[in-house]
């Protein structure tokens, strides 16, 4: 990885996305992730008044944030920076405190159980670094997932987002994610957090 | 789909079930987002896939369960209202005329229909028999053919260009809206009319406004979908296919074919296409015979599914003639349009009726869960009584819950034990053909070197253990006119993938690089001796790719190139002349709008008024269950349970809301309790019920293998299964589940349920 | 815009009851050292029979505190690490060395205090003052460091923490003075007298607190409005209202104001607003992470076996409270004991 300037990310065209799942699925099979917890799932609900209804589907991962608060948090620097920007876990170094997971507020982190770790997607970087795509990416039934380096005009990434309308969850935190979404602001428009509070 | 500007889905759901589902979604999504697509989803329950709140490609149509056809005939009176339909297309009679004019597919719009109750042909389509026209001498029938073919067909249309009755396929243009008298040769006067006249009739037996108000879609709704359909020329499509699956499905689908017919979008690109195109791989193809076995027996009797056969073939009936009684009603239903029914079949067998099934075999199939109403008690009852049912044997490879009834299982094995050859369901325009082969020494009891148990080694060793022939040492016919043994699996799949890989310009040989980089040489070492050493490296080009996948996509300019030649019927005139055999009334062979009745006649509604019962069901297909299989314990962990859905507003009616724990009731007995949940995607006086839940085995139960506990995971067991509580027909003396008439297809979406809270 | 989930995974929470645990008993040492340091440091005489209790059970609440923390860990054995492994941007990173001073120099300070030595008392007791108010800080500035929820962003939340520790401790101590005056070798030589209207006040600046720290979270945010809504009516209502509010502030400020001074009003109030600071940790932890974010809204707490940890430790908890006390007494051969004289 010489590449200094690399800054790995993903973008999510949600006009595409059909809701299948899959990348839940693919993600949990290649990162063998124990039942009852994900690296990768999607949000979905109705949204409008009858008879005008729609369906809200939002993938979900780690937003590899380049301000994260977990990184911040981490009392025993487990959590780092790889290659591209990403971050990542030291499983080695990890003592469990659950410091990041609460601080992360997308909720892409957990405990593990089997290992007693925190853990979250990576951008399946081992997969990337042996020239593959993200397993998500991959599998993505409608092509809606696209990883590459943001800071190389060329890629594909970089041309969606400078091409498409995107943004990204909860940009008031300051968090800067580099998981970009294609139409989010449209997706989530008008949804009120007391609403979802009182449907749980 | 890849070239449609315009696809209404009317019972089918992109992106979120169908055939194959992947391919629709990703097609409609892709193309939906580019802005090349719009669609609209005409569903009572709105399960998202491809529909987003981004954009207006697509959007979901709320519509009353099982009223599809009166929204189609809402779309057609606006659509001949106001000239929307393609009168080109529709007169051309015949295949050659329609081809000339730039269309690939024809229809029998404009063949005349005998209306003359008088006339011994009633309700036929006229032949030039019937006239008196002279007709062109028939064909030497063909020696090598195992049928004779039937007499070719003489429709008569009303030649445009002489105003004269003219044999269908001399006339270049029919007259669509001819409606009036032809003389036959005794000079007779017969009353005739155009199929298209007498669907013209029936549609505009109502309005607009009736229309829209049966189906629950506005009428302005149903005109801006009807312009949008009509706006795109031959780009336009209606898919369909879980809506059929009602007591008004026939009708359903009926509905879907004549949208796009009038539209002239058959076989174009952009239009209707057809599907399941292949090679030829078990057939009589170029390496091998596997469709015909040598001296093979000759099948006889009824097929025990009373479907496909008109009761007025029956023995019953014709006793009755006989002793000169009224032959109506039969005992149970018989179904005289389409092929055999599973479904139909449960019902025949615990009724004992039309005669005793002595051996019941499942494979692959878990009908007491997925035929509708079979999931009643008296259905398991009679299946275990072993009077009605002498010995039933269950081949599968989970416990299912058909399985659990039987006498004796066979253990199968998985997809990825396992031998197929499989067409694709469609949404591609070209040629496919899967081929699945075993990647893993199966986990079933070994027989014998090479052999594991399956299937397939029981039904060879069954009919070798019979002496039946096809089996054994010398049993498939080869091009070279020897014969091949069939001992094992391989022996017919292998060659069904060599036909395959010959059919049409043969495929080339694998690569070597190919072949060491999958390491085919070892993983086919076992299967090696059943193909020969030219054939081998081109099956194996086939096995490296998982099948043989047509380079170009299926189309020669803008038309299919492997359409659907026969005539579409806009006059179905086999309907028009079978009976119910309960009512002895006649079927329509046009399209109409029958409300659900039961199989005398009486209509739902009349038996269970609605204020009793508000809620008609829809089971549609689960996200996360392939049909009703759930053996990954991932998509389980995805979601564990079913919900009762309905619409905020008939929730608020009953005092429900979201979360509360309620019974399901149906109108002809039975219920089901589960969580309702409470949500605006699902239409007014619907109750939508994901299908794949509440099993009862499936490992939800423990049982012994080999004196070892296998199962026991009682959390398969959540949810709730419609199907279970699904209509009978109290009108038909045993159970039996409510179904369409003509077909007998089973009803799992429709009927009358009401809900409570529990 | 009506919204309805349809599809959702269940998220696990970060923190659950054994944390809860260690943010009450980590308030509550804190508490009862500065409680202890009121005659030593301070110099308030009215105090001083509750020094040396004081200051055995902020080490008799700590250490069950400590453990809570480590047995939270997915890998309690690597807890030492955090002493070589130093991030200065995390503020577990500055809670664990807080921690190991604080828990090093009460021990000091005990010993002195057992002692006599009042010279080493004050100096221990000064250096202790700071980082027990920096323990009692620290526990909420950990989760007010937390971005994205709301319930705990506030530069109130560690003020609050820091306070209803102090109720904690006054509480306990209040309650040992009604009840249990021997077990922790009190003498009732007029403290309560202090202690009744020290509670009074610090009972009412917590209540004050909680008010202005609610009013911050409402006030800039949607969602801010979201969990405090949760709290009053939603499914923490019974334990925010009904447990922390209700019998943990107003019920004992009745008690303290319209009964007599007696031992046991002060101990019932005590036993009171206890379980309403545990109370109040408890809605912080839960509630705060119950918030909706970013799309997910189904959270799933760590059950059953880390609740029956919390009451081993607590009743570990009772135990070191008799227990440390007997230590010094055996260790130093000096016999602090209650009034009615029975010593060990
Ligand atoms: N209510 C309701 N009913 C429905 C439907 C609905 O949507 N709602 N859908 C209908 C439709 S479209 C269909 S196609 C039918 C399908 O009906 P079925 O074909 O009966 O059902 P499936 O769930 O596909 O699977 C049948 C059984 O095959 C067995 N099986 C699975 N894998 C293997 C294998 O590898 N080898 C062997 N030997 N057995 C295996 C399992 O025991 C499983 O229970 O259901 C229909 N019924
Ligand atoms: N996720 C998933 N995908 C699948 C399967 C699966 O089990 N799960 N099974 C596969 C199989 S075997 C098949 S046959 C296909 C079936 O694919 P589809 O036909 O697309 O699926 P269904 O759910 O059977 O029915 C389609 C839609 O019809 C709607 N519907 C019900 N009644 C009516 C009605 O009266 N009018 C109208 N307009 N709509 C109605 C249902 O709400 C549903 O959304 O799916 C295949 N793909
Ligand atoms: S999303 Fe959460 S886990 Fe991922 S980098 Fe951002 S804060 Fe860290
Ligand atoms: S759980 Fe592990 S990665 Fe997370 S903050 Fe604690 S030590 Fe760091
Ligand atoms: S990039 Fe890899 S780890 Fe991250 S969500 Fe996708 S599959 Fe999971
Ligand atoms: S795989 Fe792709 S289309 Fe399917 S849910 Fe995930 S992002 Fe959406
Ligand atoms: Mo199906």
Redesign the interface.
Known sequence: MPEKNLHYGMVI?????????AC??TC??ENSIP????RS???????????D??????P?LCNQCESA?CE???????THRDAGGVVVINGE???????C???C???A????PK????EKCDLCLKRVQAGLMPACVSSC????RFFGDLNDPQSEVAKLLSENSCQV??PE???KPSVYYI?LD????????????K?? | MENAEFILYIGAYPGHSGKPMQTIGRQVALRAAAGKLKFVVVDPVMAGGAITPIGNSGKWIPIKPTTDSAFAMGMIHWMVDNNRINTDYLSSPNFAAAKSKGFNSWTNAAHLVIMDPEHPNYRKVLRAEDLGLPVPSAPEPDPKAAAPTPPPDYFVVMDKATGKPMIYDQSNEGDLIFKGEVTDAGGKVIKVQTAFMILKDSVFQKDLADYSKICGVPEETIIEIAREFTSHGTKAAVDGMGNTAASTGFDASMAQYVLSALIGSMNKRGGNITRRNSYKSIAAGPRYDLAGIPDKPKAAGLSISRAGVPYEKTTEFKNHKAKGENPYPSKLPWHPVGGGSDNQTVFSVVNGYPYQAKILMFWMSNPLITTPAAAHQEVLEALKNVERVPLIIGIDAFMGESTAVADYIIPDTTPYESWALANSEGNCSGKVLTLRWPVVEPMTAKISENRYACFENFCIDIAKSLGLPGFGDNAIKGADQKLYPLNNPEDLFLRGAANAAYDGKPVPDISASEMKLQDLETATAAWKKALNAEEYPKTLYLMARGGRFEDAEGFEGDNSKYPYKGCTNIYVEKMATAKNSITGKNFSGTLVYNEEGFADGTLLKDKYPVNEWPFKGVSYKAKFRSVSMLANTLLRDLNKTNAIEINPLDAAELNLKNGDKVKLIAATGGEAAGTLLVRQGVSRGTVAVAFGYGHWEYGSKAYQVDGKKNGGDSSIASGVLLSGISLTDPTVKGVFGFSEMSTGGPSRNGGAFRIEKA | MDLTFIYQVEHQAAFSSLIVLYFFLAGLSAGLFLLSSLSTVFGLEKFKAIAKPSAAMALATLIPGLLALVIDLGQPLRALTLFFRVNPLSVMSWGSFILLIYGVVALVYTYFLWKDNSARVKSWGKVGVIFAAALGLYTGFLLAAVPGRPLWNSALLPVLFLISGAVAALSLMSMAQGFFPNAVLLRGDGAEEAMHSLKVGIVTLEFLLLVFHLLAVVFPSEAGRAVVQNLLSGTKSLSFLGVQVGIGMIVPLLILCFSKRSASALGISGLLSLIGVYALRYNFVFGGEELPQAGTFLYRFEGGSAWISTVVLLVITAILIYVIPRIFNAFTGIKVSSNSGKAV
Do not use: Q
């Open positions: 065209d949600l006009r595409r996305c059909i809701g299948c799942h839940t699925v949990k099979m039942e009852g917890f994900f799932w999607v949000v979905e609900a109705d949204k409008g008044t009858y008879p209804v729609t369906r809200v589907k939002l979900r608060p911040h948090v981490c009392p025993v620097k487990a170094k990890c003592i469990g405190c659950r410091y997971i609460s601080a507020p997308y909720d982190r957990f405990l593990n290992t007693g770790t925190a039934v409608a092509h809606a969850l909860r935190l300051g968090t139409g449209e997706a989530i428009a008008g949804a009120d957090y007391a609403n979802l509070f449907r749980r």
